[in-house]
């Protein structure tokens, strides 16, 4: 794993606890409210999002690597589009957050 994957699960972990008895499907919510957050920030409308979560999904389940993928470059596109470079900011909240003394839940 990339160093900047391994901060993050370390992030996670520190704040969710171990993530070892997890399933892939168990971090689907989370992913949804950091995606929608990211959404909404880039100007997204409540209701193009309400149209697409209920749109029928046709065909086979896409698979996880494509989806990652998908979700890096779409990603790429909305931190160029900014003006950030998507991987110098997830660092600098990383180095924030990991250094930060927090209480065990």
Do not use: C, W
């Amino acid at each position: 794993m990339s160093e900047i994957q391994n901060k993050s699960v370390a992030l996670v972990t520190q704040i969710e606890g171990a993530l070892a008895h997890l399933s892939p499907s168990d971090r689907a919510l989370s992913f949804l409210e950091k995606s929608l957050d990211l959404y909404f920030a880039l100007g997204g409308s409540p209701d193009a999002a309400v149209e697409l979560v209920t749109q029928t999904r046709g065909g086979a389940r896409p698979r996880v690597e494509a989806s990652v993928a998908n979700v890096v470059i779409e990603l790429a596109a909305a931190s160029h589009l900014s003006d950030i470079d998507m991987i110098q900011a997830a660092y600098n909240r990383l180095d924030v957050e990991l250094a930060a003394p927090r209480a065990k839940r």
